[in-house]
């Protein structure tokens, strides 16, 4: 039977998606629930599995290409079935240098090199064709100090890139921030990692009470749209992760974190992180985040203000524990303090709204005991 790989719609709002890395070449074998090829849109990198299983008998979509969804982009069959006429994927249109614009091959490798668009050069020749130095003039004019040295930008690192772009130009972001004392929950942690039976981090605590208060504090689990402000009923928590390889962030999803218990969600966010450092992340882990939790806890930063993911109206960060001062009546004592941050959405919430989230939220963190 012949399967045809399709490009999956990765998300309500996704009508395209690039094809980061084919797992298998033409010609290997493929089992149904193997890793077949990376699905890369705005928000993060997937990994599709193979629907069929056979042969991988024609890829039609080649790495780095953008293709609609829906589209089929490659063929698995038995060696011996005979394949489907099928279409080509239509590429989505990139902006490129016009094509009546002369100029040497030279001229035009070094301007991809030096990121010079080819149609800003003043040709020096008679006959206006552009040369190498043309091109090393109008850098020199545009670019300002010397580069040492051109990055390019993988498919994710550029996706990712448009996305928080687009987020910045549509929220109207503020935040709001708090200092907690994180004294009993680390008292707690060895006891909670014992009975989970992996490591239990603040983190995870704050994940676990977040879950509870967010059915109370509606507008910070919800996001805005043309005609409402859509508020979620299930507590789908992301946790924000770098990934060093991109140096850029995945949000993996804790889905019905508010229905979890400690030990379920410490485990379950260990798995996610490991997913995300390996590049493994399925589609159902990256799905329906309603509200985000981004951990600095472990870098030492002392305070954070964190980007809003797009569909939500709010974002938590929580910077590093450290031991500070505090004021304990008339005397002044040191305390494992962490500053947590919300950053939401003006449209949707007010800072009162957040801050009494926020302040409900330390108050459960200095008197947490372990459930």
């Given at each position: 039977?012949?399967?045809?790989?399709?490009?999956?719609?990765?998300?309500?709002?996704?009508?395209?998606?690039?094809?980061?890395?084919?797992?298998?070449?033409?010609?290997?074998?493929?089992?149904?629930?193997?890793?077949?090829?990376?699905?890369?849109?705005?928000?993060?990198?997937?990994?599709?599995?193979?629907?069929?299983?056979?042969?991988?008998?024609?890829?039609?979509?080649?790495?780095?290409?953008?293709?609609?969804?829906?589209?089929?982009?490659?063929?698995?069959?038995?060696?011996?079935?005979?394949?489907?006429?099928?279409?080509?994927?239509?590429?989505?249109?990139?902006?490129?240098?016009?094509?009546?614009?002369?100029?040497?091959?030279?001229?035009?490798?070094?301007?991809?090199?030096?990121?010079?668009?080819?149609?800003?050069?003043?040709?020096?020749?008679?006959?206006?064709?552009?040369?190498?130095?043309?091109?090393?003039?109008?850098?020199?004019?545009?670019?300002g100090p010397p580069v040492l040295e051109r990055i390019p930008l993988s498919?994710?690192?550029?996706?990712?890139?448009?996305?928080?772009?687009?987020?910045?130009?549509?929220?109207?972001?503020?935040?709001?921030?708090?200092?907690?004392?994180?004294?009993?929950?680390?008292?707690?942690?060895?006891?909670?990692?014992?009975?989970?039976?992996?490591?239990?981090?603040?983190?995870?605590?704050?994940?676990?009470?977040?879950?509870?208060?967010?059915?109370?504090?509606?507008?910070?689990?919800?996001?805005?749209?043309?005609?409402?402000?859509?508020?979620?009923?299930?507590?789908?928590?992301?946790?924000?992760?770098?990934?060093?390889?991109?140096?850029?962030?995945?949000?993996?999803?804790?889905?019905?974190?508010?229905?979890?218990?400690?030990?379920?969600?410490?485990?379950?966010?260990?798995?996610?992180?490991?997913?995300?450092?390996?590049?493994?992340?399925?589609?159902?882990?990256?799905?329906?985040?309603t509200f985000t939790i981004a951990d600095h806890s472990e870098l030492g930063?002392?305070?954070?203000?964190?980007?809003?993911?797009?569909?939500?109206?709010?974002?938590?960060?929580?910077?590093?524990?450290?031991?500070?001062?505090?004021?304990?009546?008339?005397?002044?004592?040191?305390?494992?303090?962490?500053?947590?941050?919300?950053?939401?959405?003006?449209?949707?919430?007010?800072?009162?709204?957040?801050?009494?989230?926020?302040?409900?939220?330390?108050?459960?963190?200095?008197?947490?005991?372990?459930?």
């Amino acid at each position: 039977m012949v399967t045809r790989v399709i490009m999956p719609k990765l998300a309500a709002n996704i009508e395209e998606a690039t094809v980061g890395q084919w797992f298998k070449r033409e010609g290997e074998s493929v089992s149904v629930g193997e890793p077949l090829f990376e699905a890369i849109t705005d928000k993060a990198a997937v990994e599709v599995k193979a629907e069929g299983g056979g042969v991988l008998r024609r890829v039609l979509a080649p790495e780095n290409s953008v293709v609609p969804v829906g589209q089929t982009i490659a063929l698995i069959a038995e060696s011996y079935e005979e394949l489907p006429p099928v279409e080509l994927p239509r590429p989505a249109a990139r902006p490129a240098e016009a094509a009546d614009i002369k100029a040497s091959f030279g001229a035009r490798r070094l301007a991809k090199e030096l990121g010079v668009s080819l149609a800003q050069v003043v040709p020096s020749r008679a006959d206006g064709r552009i040369t190498e130095e043309d091109v090393r003039r109008a850098a020199a004019r545009t670019q300002g100090p010397p580069v040492l040295e051109r990055i390019p930008l993988s498919p994710l690192k550029r996706a990712v890139a448009s996305h928080l772009a687009r987020i910045s130009r549509e929220a109207v972001p503020a935040f709001v921030a708090a200092d907690a004392d994180f004294s009993a929950v680390l008292a707690a942690l060895p006891k909670l990692g014992e009975a989970a039976g992996v490591r239990v981090l603040a983190r995870d605590v704050v994940v676990y009470l977040a879950a509870r208060l967010l059915p109370r504090h509606r507008l910070l689990n919800a996001c805005f749209s043309e005609d409402a402000i859509a508020v979620y009923q299930p507590v789908h928590i992301g946790l924000a992760f770098d990934v060093e390889r991109e140096s850029t962030v995945v949000v993996p999803v804790l889905h019905d974190a508010d229905r979890k218990g400690l030990g379920e969600i410490a485990r379950e966010a260990a798995a996610l992180a490991d997913h995300a450092r390996g590049h493994h992340l399925d589609l159902a882990e990256l799905a329906n985040a309603t509200f985000t939790i981004a951990d600095h806890s472990e870098l030492g930063i002392g305070s954070f203000v964190p980007i809003l993911n797009e569909r939500q109206s709010a974002i938590l960060a929580l910077s590093a524990i450290e031991r500070r001062p505090v004021a304990r009546g008339d005397a002044v004592g040191l305390a494992p303090l962490a500053t947590l941050a919300v950053a939401f959405d003006h449209r949707v919430l007010n800072a009162t709204t957040a801050a009494a989230f926020l302040l409900e939220l330390r108050a459960a963190i200095e008197r947490f005991a372990a459930p």
